[in-house]
């Protein structure tokens, strides 16, 4: 599965950004679709997933009530609707395919919140 994020920028704190991750190749399987940030210095955070089935989502604590993430199951694409955005939103994300016991990853995008 190959993985091309786009949406990443400068935005001002408070401000929205909406980041895609659009899948191709082997989709079919694809269990669940994710995004995952890592800020300098700092260890890898789950931001959010979904469910390519039942479109089940999770969001961690840091991002619940701003962060949104959206599927389109037809264009093998993920969405992250991003709001009130705070300088500690600062990172690159990162698009994650999970297809049984295997991941995949897209090569990042940088969102940086300006205080």
């Known amino acids: 599965v190959q993985l091309v994020e786009s949406g990443g920028g400068l935005v001002e704190a408070g401000g929205s950004l909406r980041l895609s991750c659009a899948a191709s190749?082997?989709?079919?399987?694809?269990?669940?679709m994710g995004w995952y940030r890592q800020a300098p210095g700092k260890q890898p955070e789950l931001v959010a997933t979904?469910?390519?089935?039942?479109?089940?989502?999770y969001y961690s604590d840091s991002v619940k009530g701003r962060f949104t993430i959206s599927r389109d199951n037809t264009k093998n694409t993920i969405f992250l609707q991003m709001t009130t955005l705070k300088p500690e939103d600062t990172a690159v994300y990162y698009c994650?395919?999970?297809?049984?016991?295997?991941?995949?990853w897209g090569q990042g995008t940088q969102v940086t919140v300006s205080s």
């Open positions: 994650n395919a999970r297809r049984g016991p295997f991941n995949s």
């Open positions: 190749g082997s989709t079919l399987g694809i269990d669940a």
């Open positions: 979904i469910t390519r089935g039942a479109g089940v989502t």
